[in-house]
């Protein structure tokens, strides 16, 4: 039997508080208020699709990850809504391109590692909950900074932003740590973005609107 998904070990608490927040209201209006059969099934139905949606949430797609060591993979799966030189001001303070992947509550949210190298900068940090899709959502939002710096010196940032739904930031990695490409790093849950901060030399495989799969699509290459 060939396997096509399974649920993220992170999932598990948030899928036994939805079966309990929806079934437990659900079984008192129904088993204390006289209500009709119809109304019955719509409870139902209702607190069955919330539950089906949380579950769905937590899905990890099995993938083989498109390895090239050129190449800076997508670190999410999403919509690329920006594509653009920016100074980056947490950690290089000069300018970057910086590409953006909106990654909406329907998405698959975990987040893998883009390159081959050592984690030589993380960094959590609290903040505002704005819409995810918003530009100034990458400074103001909670979020939590990588760098990764490939064998060829070059150093890719990447930057998990919480949505104005996602209130928690999962992520695994740690200072000094190799980390190969491809390898899950984290999550956010319910609704977020993540920005890559880029050399001004790569070479852009990418464009504005257009889909992308962790592990899979080829965001760019180094020259």
Known sequence: MIKTCKLHKEGTASIIIAFLIVF????????YLEISLWLTV????????FCCFVIYFFRIPYRKTERDENAILSPADGTIVQILEEVETEYFNDIRIQISIFMSPLNVHVNTYPIDGEIVYVKYHKG??????LPKSSKDNEHNTVVQKHKNGEEVLFR??????????VSYA???EDAQQGKEMGMIK?????DLFLPLSSKINVKLNEKVKSKITHIAYFS
């Open 160 to 169: 998990q932003i919480a949505g104005a739904v996602a209130r928690r930031i």
């Open 42 to 49: 719509l409870i139902l139905l209702c607190a069955f699709s």
């Open 190 to 194: 319910f609704g977020s973005r993540v």
């Open 174 to 176: 740690k200072k000094g």
């Open 24 to 31: 437990l209201p659900a079984w008192a209006l129904i088993h």
């Open 128 to 133: 505002k909950h704005l819409v995810a899709n």
